[in-house]
């Protein structure tokens, strides 16, 4: 059973850099798409943007350039850097997989909770 | 972008029941819709792809359909654990977009 963990500060100061990994267990990050997917306080969801394993990526224009997304296939790992943040950046982020054909999202993250606060 | 419309962004229905939602494209997407439930605290869960095709675990209780622009989601004989949010999701072209959720509650 594939499982994926995202990791990293749940608090970051206005105009600094959202770090965090996703850790994929039970199966091989190699073949796929691996998506951040973002859920604001009222509850919309957002596609931040997604990498190959090969490391290609796309991204969402709505982010303006500020995400960065980066592939580890030896550590079966993946991450998400999102610069210059905002009170508008605080959100819960998943990370998921994404299959290359469909598109579908079939395997996610519990999520975790990123506050933007002085 | 295309844009998700979904409706209605709340909806009442008893155990046993049946429920649709509907999901709108603001163009052409063929069949690349999926949806997804969401529990409070708890990540999307993955129901339906390429519009009707049902994912492996799920209820056949949950079918999907519609292709182009305009797709559905119904939900047959209601059980407890389906009170839930609903997001579809469209996957033709990047960026990805999500419908804004309808809330499916207890009557």
């Known amino acids: 059973q594939v499982q994926l963990q995202e990791s990293g500060p749940g608090l970051v100061k206005p105009s600094e850099t959202l770090s965090l990994t996703c850790t994929v267990s039970?199966?091989?990050?190699?073949?796929?798409?691996w998506s951040w997917i973002r859920q604001s306080p009222g509850g919309r969801l957002e596609w931040m943007g997604n990498?190959?394993?090969?490391?290609?990526?796309n991204d969402n224009p709505s982010l303006k350039s500020r995400v960065t997304m980066s592939v580890d296939t030896s550590k079966n790992l993946f991450s998400l850097k999102v610069s210059a943040v905002t009170a508008a950046d605080t959100a819960v982020y998943y990370c998921?997989?994404?299959?290359?054909?469909?598109?579908?999202?079939?395997?996610w993250g519990q999520g975790t909770l990123v506050t933007v606060s002085p | 972008d295309i844009q998700m419309t979904q409706s209605p962004s709340s909806v009442s229905a008893s155990v046993g029941d049946s429920v649709t939602i509907t999901c709108r494209a603001s163009?052409?997407?063929?069949?690349?819709v999926a949806w997804y439930q969401q529990k409070p605290g708890k990540a999307p869960n993955l129901l339906i792809y390429?519009?009707?095709s049902l994912q492996s675990g799920v209820p056949s209780r949950f079918s999907g359909s519609g292709s182009g622009t305009d797709f559905t989601l119904t939900i047959n004989s209601l059980q407890p654990e389906d009170f839930a949010t609903y997001f579809c999701?469209?996957?033709?072209?990047?960026?990805?977009?999500f419908g804004q959720g309808t809330r499916l509650e207890i009557k």
């Open positions: 999701q469209q996957t033709d072209s990047f960026p990805i977009t």
């Open positions: 039970g199966g091989s990050i190699s073949g796929y798409y």
């Open positions: 390429g519009a009707s």
């Open positions: 163009q052409y997407i063929s069949s690349w």
């Open positions: 990498v190959y394993y090969s490391g290609g990526t």
């Open positions: 998921a997989r994404q299959a290359t054909r469909s598109g579908r999202l079939d395997y």
